[in-house]
């Protein structure tokens, strides 16, 4: 086997508990591919947000020997454009070919440290306007649950950090592994749609019926051509009422999240079987491998052969 991966999680003052331990549950579940280790700026314990402290057996030192660092979130009022004291000297240990990953406020650090000038990012929602002000020449993204900016990935509020974390599992050992550590942990492996779901909105009329059971419909019938029509009937809607509640429960417009799931579906087919291009395209529902082609390069940036060589090759 090869040698695990060390990630180093870095817990600031006020620090959520939950956050904190989420790299240690999702990549200590991946059968001793990493290794995580967690640390302060100096050392000593932190307060968490909770009512207790956190001792940790590391100081900034170790960070020097990460290959993954996760800066893990800290509590809202403690959010401001400065870099608390010693974290700017604890980051400058990181190693430059080192992957850096913020959960939640996590990305107001990264922002601070210069990290995310000219890239893409996201945080919680609640906060995007903060940080927006802050940095207005970040490209926020608060609609997403995680972004993977190559060398920089920001994930959003709280079990956003589940998904990145399970993404970087997936990049690096394929589906196969990443499916295996969700079940283990009880999570699921890709969650649908964005923060969008996730945003406070007026209370739903009494009895409104949901658009879930015709999501799991969907999802049994994705080599079939389904349309907002079908989706519609299925769940006994009018095609208006449908796209709306479809809309404000998952955050997608319903032809959008079957382009996904269909894309979803499609890199675990490459990854982990031998079947053709176009014999995946017409399992997953798209009209021709040009098709699958294009909606695969739209969503990851690359063809379905470059894909299935890079996982297999992980997965290896």
């Known amino acids: ?10 817990a600031l003052e006020g620090v959520y508990p939950f956050e904190l331990g989420i790299p240690s549950r999702i990549f200590g579940a991946a059968d ?4 995580v280790l967690t640390c302060t700026v100096d050392g000593r314990p932190v307060r968490s947000n909770a009512d207790f402290a956190i001792t940790v057996d590391h100081g900034p030192e170790v960070l020097a020997t990460a290959d993954i660092v996760v800066i893990a979130p800290v509590s809202g009022d403690r959010v401001t454009a400065d870099l608390p004291e010693g974290v700017g000297a604890a980051l400058a240990l990181v190693r ?15 922002a601070a440290a210069g990290l995310l000038d000219g890239r893409r990012a996201t945080t919680h929602w609640h906060l995007a306007d903060s940080f927006r002000r ?12 995680f972004v993977d900016d190559g060398r920089i990935l920001t ?3 709280a079990a956003s950090g589940v998904d990145v974390c399970l993404h970087i599992v997936r990049t690096d050992h394929g589906s196969e592994l990443a499916n295996a550590v969700a ?22 009329e009494q009895g409104a019926a949901s658009t879930s059971a015709t999501r799991s419909w969907a999802l049994d019938r994705l080599g079939e051509p389904l349309t907002l029509t079908d989706l519609a009937a299925h769940a006994r809607m009018s ?3 449908f796209a709306r509640r479809f809309h404000d429960e998952v955050g997608l417009s319903p032809g959008r999240w079957l382009i996904q799931q269909r894309v979803a579906r499609a890199r675990h087919l490459l990854e982990a079987s031998d079947l053709p291009v176009d014999q995946i395209a ?17 969503a990851i940036g690359v063809s379905p052969q470059a894909y299935r060589r890079t996982f297999q090759t992980a997965a290896r």
């Open 239 to 241: 095609l208006r009422t």
């Open 96 to 110: 430059p070919d080192a992957r850096i990953v913020s959960i939640c406020t996590g990305a107001f650090v990264l």
């Open 1 to 10: 086997m090869q040698r695990a991966e060390r990630v180093v999680v870095l």
């Open 134 to 145: 802050m940095y207005p020449h970040i490209a926020l993204d608060p609609d997403v649950l």
């Open 282 to 298: 017409g399992q997953v529902g798209f009209a021709t491998g040009a098709s699958l082609r294009q909606h695969l390069h739209a």
């Open 155 to 157: 994930s959003a509020g």
């Open 32 to 35: 001793g591919r990493y290794e």
């Open 183 to 204: 079940r283990r942990c009880v999570v699921p492996p890709f969650r649908d749609g964005g923060q969008a779901q996730y945003i406070e909105r007026p209370v739903p």
